[in-house]
């Protein structure tokens, strides 16, 4: 199965959930919810599940729970082909 891990530069508090490019090597993406609680992590990945039309179980943060740059594994894409979903 294929498996990839993005970097993801996380904006929470935004006025919209948006993918909004990249930024060196990760992808900027803005999301309504709070950093509070986890509910922007748990934001971040129902919007990349959506996105990516991939069940949220197959999306896990990796690191950067309470930072806002994060790696994200996905199941079931390349790189290429996460990349060219987000941002295409």
Known sequence: MKTCR?????????????VDGVL???IKIRLRA???DGKANKALLDLLALRLDLH???????T?????LKIIEIAGRTEDEARQQLLG
């Open 6 to 18: 993005l970097t993801i530069k996380a904006v929470p508090g935004s006025r919209v959930d948006s």
């Open 64 to 68: 950067g729970q309470t930072a806002r």
């Open 56 to 62: 949220p179980r197959d999306i896990r943060l990796v």
């Open 24 to 26: 060196g090597d990760a």
């Open 34 to 36: 709070p950093a509070v």
